[in-house]
């Protein structure tokens, strides 16, 4: 068998993929790489389509050992590092990995999420059609700990690749949002206290929902609606004022009054926000939305094109400028 | 603001570029539910390009889209066009399943709690949770995780003011003015009155899931050791539900 075991790591280890889709009538999460961004980049370097099964990494680094191997590994976060037996790899690259070999990643240092990519995907069973690990139903498996071991292939003919661009910065952009279902629920004053107000993003924030605590916004209809559908991304006011947004592990349905929905396009920044750190929103309309999320597909599908092979048996990718054309702004 | 829903048919809510809400009102009511039910079967008939899958619920069905593939105001229309022809079709027809149900004792920590609220005796109570044909509202909280509408008011009563922790799987409990039945273990602050052997999520089943938003519920009062009986040849993957429509 050829595996990544964890030798050390923190907690809430998962393997995650692009989520579970097509359950959620039946109350399934769909659960998901919370940067899909990053996991697709993680997975390029690694020769994988955009959304194999990776490890996500959250806010810790962690130390894996490969056993068989050879294997193609890439690690992607923002200011995550890898390094193999202590020599660092860049950032835009991936590393074939000998049997026995061990790689250590650093924590995201400018964002919350790291992935670990391995040519191949990770090959744990998929449930319901998905690898995601939904942590709260137990679905796709469990948080992982050191002495787990993921299945994998090996790929012995595969040689490091490296990216030329779409290594961009996140940037501090406002956070786009929609009004919500029940955006007619917070008076006007409301409104422009939530748009012109900073949030903070608060340590009691996972996968299921980014708290946010800043000014309070009331509803003029109470804090308990009829419960109804819910999606990564829905702003939701419970009765203390302070808005959660919520996060791919969210539940299907929310009982709480929703002012906003994050535009799926900003999910991935909004996610590597680091902790303490202050967000601000700004509205825009379902058609630039709509714009967006189209913009940021076919970004993901034109990774695969800018991935190069790495030449030469060992390279010292130091000496390249890998990182070319970093720019900032709202998309990929 | 508060318009006619009947009348007017439904509101379209978005929920950012991943989703419109068709909402039929605001409350929980019978009829609200089984027209959300009508809609939701008659719109997933459609196959509309784009959307990835419908959550109904008491009031509204989420239809989750791709943006990439979604035409959203081609969706619109025709959730429009649908709503206005679907207007006065009955309700549709989800299975009709029996579930048996152990109440009280181990099975129902909380049952005699639930009977003194609501002045009567336990096996009163029983005959009264056990008589309605339920249906299933929505299914949420954890996977299989079933809310039913059509429990007699006489047996609402408010949620515990400190939820539990963990509740059994399978447990079939009252918070508010609902019902339901619970997949998997899981945290709850409703009032436990029993426990079926049924398994509503079981991962390698076929079905996995039993009970879809729609079905109907029927059930049926079971002794202690027919639960048991039961309840291994659950564990062995037997449905035990029965489809009896």
Redesign the interface.
Known sequence: MIALEIVQCGPGVSVQDAGRFGFRRFGVSTAGAMDRRALALANTLAGNPPDAAALELPLAGAELRVIGGPVLVAAHGPGTTLAVSGRPVSESSSVQLEDDDTVTIGPPQEGVYSYVAVAGGILTRPVLGSRSCHRRSGIGGDVLSPGDRLPCIGSSDNAPLFLTEGMKDYGRDAIRIVPGPQADHFEEATWSRFLSSSYRISPRSDRMGLRLEGPALRSSKGHDIVSEGVVPGSVQVPGDGNPIVLGRDCQTTGGYPKIATVISADLDRLAQVPIGRDVRFRVVSEGDAIDAARRSARWHSSLGLAAKPVSGSSPDLHSHNLIGGVTKGDDP | ?EVDRDANGPVI???????I?V?FG???DAGLVSRVHAFDAALNQLCLVGV???????????V?LD??RAD?REIEAAVLRLAATERDASGPAGQLWEVPVAYGQDFGIDLDDVAAHAGMTPSDLIEAHADPEYLVA????????S?LSGLDPRLSMPRRSEPRARIPASSISIGGQQTAIS??E?PSGWHVIGRTPVRP?Q?GRMP??LF??GDRIRFRPVSAREWSQLDRDAARGALIAKSIE
């Open positions: 603001m809510r978005y929920l950012g570029d991943s989703a809400s909402e605001d409350r929980i990835i899958e419908t959550v109904p619920t008491y009031r509204a069905t989420t989750h943006p990439l959203v929505m299914v949420g909280f954890l996977p299989g995780f809310y997949s998997i899981g999520f991962l996995e899931f879809e938003p």
